[in-house]
């Protein structure tokens, strides 16, 4: 049981390119989240989806977007890189029953 | 807005020197709060959910309860392997998903 994997562990972007920081889990949970975590600034929701075809923003949501066509995946995608979005960035899912998130490992990001 | 703040932000300990940490939270309707294990370069690992006040969880060294404002984590007898960032989360009632965190304590404890 994978529970929840990301995908790049590390990467180093450009000012204005783009990406997409992929996120599957196996644990058929609906809900699942995008946080950032900047140092000494605690883990803050960019996104979340509650099933799929449905998404909401989070409390940092500019400059970032996201899909959720199955259970499983939920990308997130980085349009025009800024130096603001190095980051590290957390995918979590959990289930309206067991309501504990569990995380993936995280996706290191610079933007220079 | 929900809100959590995190005390002390670090704390070193000497092994088997007990203390706690704390968690204050305004949230409107309390679903649940939530305390994680961070180590370095990982994702945040789950230890305990609390959902109404005066309830208790236990595992190993760790004890964590709640009141209507405030949770603590309590360990007992440290060791070197319980260093790591201690982080607090809360979820608000009235359907919403979302987990709020605090910033995290970061606790070292020497051997």
């Known amino acids: 049981n994978a529970g929840v994997t990301q995908t790049p562990k590390f990467r180093i972007l450009k000012i204005g390119q783009s990406m997409t920081l992929q996120c599957t889990q196996d644990?058929?949970?609906?809900?699942m989240y995008w946080y950032r975590q900047d140092p000494g600034m605690g883990l803050k929701l960019i996104y979340y989806?509650?099933?799929?075809?449905?998404?909401d923003k989070g409390e940092v949501p500019n400059g970032y977007n996201v899909s959720r066509s199955t259970t499983e995946d939920f990308p997130l995608r980085l349009e025009l890189a800024a130096p603001s979005q190095t980051s590290v960035y957390f995918c979590a899912s959990s289930s309206p029953v067991n309501t504990e998130a569990f995380f993936g490992q995280g996706t290191r990001l610079t933007v220079v | 807005e929900d809100q959590v703040t995190q005390s002390p932000e670090a704390l070193r300990l000497q092994e088997g020197e007990s203390s706690s940490l704390n968690c204050s939270y305004t949230v409107s309707g309390l679903r649940g709060l939530f305390w994680y294990r961070q180590d370095p370069g990982k994702g945040p690992e789950f230890l305990f959910t609390?959902?109404?006040a005066g309830e208790e969880k236990e595992k190993e060294r760790l004890k964590a309860t709640l009141t209507k404002k405030e949770s603590f984590l309590h360990i007992t007898a440290p060791k070197p392997e319980d260093s790591a960032t201690y982080l607090c989360a809360v979820q608000a009632g009235g359907g919403s998903e979302k987990l709020v965190f605090g910033k995290g304590t970061k606790l070292t404890v020497n051997p």
């Open positions: 644990m058929n949970h609906n809900y």
């Open positions: 609390l959902y109404s």
């Open positions: 989806s509650v099933g799929a075809g449905i998404t």
